[in-house]
């Protein structure tokens, strides 16, 4: 069956067979469809759907569209650890000193400045004041304002963990600048439809008030190489300052670094300079405990780089995918999705599937391949449990839209010989190599991509 | 200076010097302090303060003690990634089929069962009906009800995710059993102090009704193995059935792992096989969606896996701490604490110091390989940051304190010769070592440590 498919897919590289990104023309609006495609957005967000990126459910489409928080399935997930790594790598692995935190989503004390004031309530508690008929209107009131002030705040963003716990870690550093601390995290935050739920991974630098301003601009290139380093098309990242008008709380300057959605332009990332006036808030008559020492004692300068998350994986995953068109045997016009995550970003860096062959026997090789790929981390997919009736060439369609990078068919061949068939995602190229290679040939093509 | 600290070091090792746990004796409460250690919890508590791995702070301890999630400094932080690092290892790279997911914290759907009833709520809506002066204390009431019902719960358990994404996991996998969803996260618990976050690593596993009585003693081996494969002391983790009247919610069994910490034994991770009635529930008229494909059609049975992340840290961390008692040169008694973290979840392996020489160009070297160890993925200490006046000796106590598995020294003979003393924290031996084999010795000791 391998050999088959392998003779029917090769001419397929003569067809017409053009990349066409489904984004990158339509800024302002999604543009109405001109054929049977019918809306990219929709097109866009149904694959995620049906490619287990995300749960299915329109409100859960709506949420991941909006940038927030949403319900992720398997391929979401794996996908979602892959770019928070990649995050965390480019921070601690820098040569700059950034050092993790994490803090509570909540907290229990009195209102602090900068945590909002979205508050934990547990319904109870108000309905027996709500019971109480000896209570007059007035004190009813009274009791409910107590009962909410006494409830714990949930963060609106995770910046305000590192202002708080500045004191230990610039202790840590010896009073030193300057140096980072690292957050990912969830926060909370009051929108139109109620609350919405955001994903930040959080920078936040302290350095020299002279300093600062040349910071932002180097965390502000950073983090747009950071994002380009994984996109397809690198130009539809893209950072500009922030007007003075625009400008938000204390800070003097900021960078935005945005995303060209099928639907528009949206922020992904948020970089400000702050100034000192939130620690010197946060932790006021400790002043001396907030001085670096260096000869002028200066209270550190704050630039926050705050990226949201979910936001940031619906523009690489829209980034990624391509539309293939190409006439297909019969000259009918196919449509191809290919989803060319980044290697190290690919939820699934393998999927293992069975050709012709006797199944049991074949099925029992995959599973010792699976094992060996797992112990190696390779992400594998075990596509030998799929319904064996799918032909080849449609689950080679279904693991490009998955993004997977590779698929390798154990077939009869592979037990006689060793052999077995590897397609690659990104040129539709099959090659056959023995079993044993390939743990060490994905490993390369892995680490290649990290070199790159 | 390195060769005199090594003179001063070696003759060590034929002093008095006995590894002493300060946990396991203590079961029921904490003994009361026989020596000038005074109160060996605090003892404990303070150590996790004062080497960063939570933040300072008599309510962050408490937190933290209690096994609710509190504010981790950065090492705490690499400790916990590495922790949950290792659990989701152990559940996506496990021969079981298990498939990663990640759900919301909240709902602003309707109340669904399973969510509990904490709230987020945004008092300015409260406060916009309370200043309502024309209602009635009736009508306030009825409104305050109102917008209690509107607002968006918080989950209390991360179990539920699981629950609510089963149906497209389900034809993900072909409605073939069994197979789990695993999700670790944040969660909300009602508590005598207010709300209590909990982080939980949690497992659903779903699988066939005549199979789940084996699985959840399956899962009970393999948890409890886990727990025991990073301890010092594996017997201080245990496990036990949960006693028939202490059932909870649907579960007809249930199983317990639990730590003996100093101040008694707590649960870490509990698992109940749980039926089918909440999927049916949940799913309510789709029963032929949560049929399986084997003959006969059963609906799978569930059990659930879920661990408290926070108390296992504290646990784990409690586990690897050891006294050494030593004389010194002048006959004191003294005592020395290692935190003998398993080499995969020490949050640092390796910390760069500096000895006698030209501090600048020593500075240069240490910089080099501190960059060279970070982009292997080496998590390096940058211990020649800190004040140099600070003797070796007391250096070498500190980082055994955090747990740092080597200590690499640079001094003028690395200048010259390439040489550096490679001390380790657990044998307190020192090798020499070229600068060019470091790099790849700490792989191949912490690979090591990995396929044991």
Chains 1, 2 share one sequence.
Not at 87 to 93: A, I, L, Q, V
Not at 146 to 173: D, K
Not at 286 to 305: A, C, T
């Amino acid at each position: 069956m391998s050999t088959h498919l392998v003779r029917n897919v090769r001419p397929r590289r003569a067809l017409k067979c053009q990349p066409v990104s489904i984004l990158p023309h339509a800024r302002g609006h999604c543009t109405p469809p001109t054929n049977q495609d019918s809306n990219p957005c929709r097109t866009l967000l149904q694959l995620f759907v049906d490619r287990h990126f995300i749960s299915p459910g329109e409100n859960n489409v709506e949420l991941f569209k909006r940038g927030t928080t949403c319900c992720y399935g398997p391929l979401g997930l794996n996908f979602r650890r892959n770019v928070l790594h990649q995050w965390w790598s480019s921070m601690t692995g820098s040569r700059a000193q950034i050092f993790g935190i994490n803090t509570p989503t909540s907290s229990a004390e009195a209102a602090v400045d900068g945590w909002g004031h979205l508050r934990i309530t547990e319904p109870d508690d108000l309905n027996k004041i709500l019971k109480q008929k000896e209570l007059s209107k007035e004190q009813l009131i009274h009791s409910v304002h107590i009962s909410l002030q006494n409830s714990a705040l949930l963060r609106t963003n995770v910046f305000q963990g590192a202002l708080e716990h500045f004191v230990p870690s610039f202790e840590m550093v010896n009073r030193k600048l300057p140096f980072g601390l690292a957050e990912t995290g969830r926060c909370f935050q009051p929108s139109k439809d109620g609350t919405a739920e955001i994903t930040q991974a959080s920078l936040v630098w302290f350095c020299s008030p002279r300093t600062s301003s040349q910071w932002l601009d180097h965390w502000a290139r950073q983090r747009l190489k950071w994002w380009r380093k994984f996109a397809l098309a690198p130009s539809d990242f893209s950072s500009s300052d922030v007007l003075q008008e625009e400008l938000e709380g204390p800070a003097s300057r900021g960078v935005k670094i945005f995303y060209n959605f099928p639907w528009g332009q949206e922020p992904l990332e948020v970089l400000w300079s702050r100034g000192d006036c939130e620690l010197l808030h946060i932790h006021k008559g400790m002043r001396s405990k907030l001085q670096s020492r260096d000869g002028r004692k200066s209270v550190p300068h704050v630039v926050s780089v705050t990226a949201n998350v979910d936001r940031g994986l619906l523009a690489l995953l829209s980034n990624s995918l391509l539309l293939h068109k190409r006439e297909n045997a019969k000259q009918q016009l196919q449509q191809r999705k290919v989803l060319k995550l980044h290697p190290l970003l690919a939820p699934v860096k393998v999927a293992l599937g069975i050709g012709r062959g006797a199944t049991m026997e074949l099925r029992q090789v995959c599973e010792g391949l699976l094992q060996e790929l797992k112990e190696a981390k390779i992400s594998v997919w075990p596509g030998y449990l799929e319904t064996t009736s799918t032909p080849m060439e449609q689950l080679n369609a279904k693991y490009d839209e998955m993004g997977v990078l590779f698929t390798a068919v154990i077939s009869e061949n592979t037990l006689e010989s060793g052999l077995l068939q590897v397609r690659s995602r990104d040129t539709a190229i099959k090659e056959t190599m023995h079993i044993s290679d390939i743990k060490n040939f994905l490993c390369r093509y892995i680490s290649a991509a990290e070199n790159m």
